[in-house]
């Protein structure tokens, strides 16, 4: 007897872009990215887009990633 093969044998893991790198899709919405980064919501001069298009604060948790995404955050730094 011989057993299919898993489709998903030796498949690239998914992955998304962030701030231009590329990684592993790890988490499910984009706020559990950005918590694992210690953004929280309401963060003061935080902002982010996915796929171009800037996500409120608010839709953060509830907003799904895919595999592909493109994520930009923006915060501001201090420095010269």
């Known amino acids: 007897m011989t057993l299919a093969a898993d489709s998903n044998a ?5 992955t998304i872009r962030v701030n231009g790198v590329d990684e592993p899709l790890a ?7 950005l918590a ?10 935080v902002a982010v887009a996915l796929d171009g298009t800037v996500v409120p ?3 953060w948790a509830g907003t799904r ?3 592909g995404a493109e ?10």
């Open 10 to 14: 030796g498949a690239a893991p998914a």
């Open 65 to 67: 990633l895919a595999p």
């Open 36 to 45: 694992a980064r210690g953004i929280v919501p309401g963060a003061r001069g």
């Open 71 to 80: 994520i930009e955050i923006v915060r501001p730094f201090q420095g010269g």
């Open 57 to 59: 604060a608010a839709d």
């Open 27 to 33: 988490a499910g919405t984009l706020g559990e990215l």
